[in-house]
């Protein structure tokens, strides 16, 4: 299975870009893994809802355009389905054998996604109502994947 993870932003801090290396290199033996970044705008501070939308457009636009039409999108939103490591084992599973072959997992840049992306979302997944910072969230969202192979595979996970 082919998974993309489209984010905006460079991950700045070598301790999460490391992390992410780690989970990457464990998840190759299960899927071919592509980490896609765009480049993300700056929010200003006391931003008004207007400016803040904008931000999100221009963001929604270049995510958009990685996104592929046979792809199955899954969009992180905090309004989304929360699941357990076993559910989303048991989803990732499911959508493979009902011919699924590319997942494209969406990841907002600071202020969130743009409703276009939400709209074009397959599904919506909530990892809390908690905000984590969205550099955090691909570690995070990278574990919970490898999390899920090793559950699929049968193989221990948990020490």
Not at 35 to 44: L, M
Not at 70 to 98: C, N, P, T
Request: charged content about 30%; aromatic content about 6%.
């Amino acid at each position: 299975m082919q998974i993309d993870i489209i984010a905006p932003g460079r991950v700045k801090e070598r301790y999460l870009r490391d992390a992410i290396d780690e989970y990457s290199k464990r998840l190759s033996r299960y899927c071919r893994l592509n980490i896609i970044e765009v480049a993300d705008e700056k929010t200003p501070e006391h931003a008004s809802e207007g400016v803040e939308r904008q931000i999100k457009e221009k963001e929604g636009e270049r995510i958009a355009k990685h996104l592929r039409d046979s792809a199955f999108v899954i969009a992180l939103a905090i309004d989304g389905k929360q699941l357990s490591s076993e559910e989303m084992a048991a989803r990732i599973s499911d959508w493979g054998l009902h011919g699924v072959s590319h997942i494209q997992l969406v990841i907002g840049g600071s202020i969130g996604l743009d409703d276009a992306i939400l709209r074009r979302a397959d599904f919506r997944l909530s990892f809390s109502k908690m905000t984590f910072p969205h550099q955090l969230m691909r570690v995070i969202l990278l574990e919970q994947i490898y999390r899920a192979y090793k559950i699929n595979a049968g193989e221990p996970y948990h020490k």
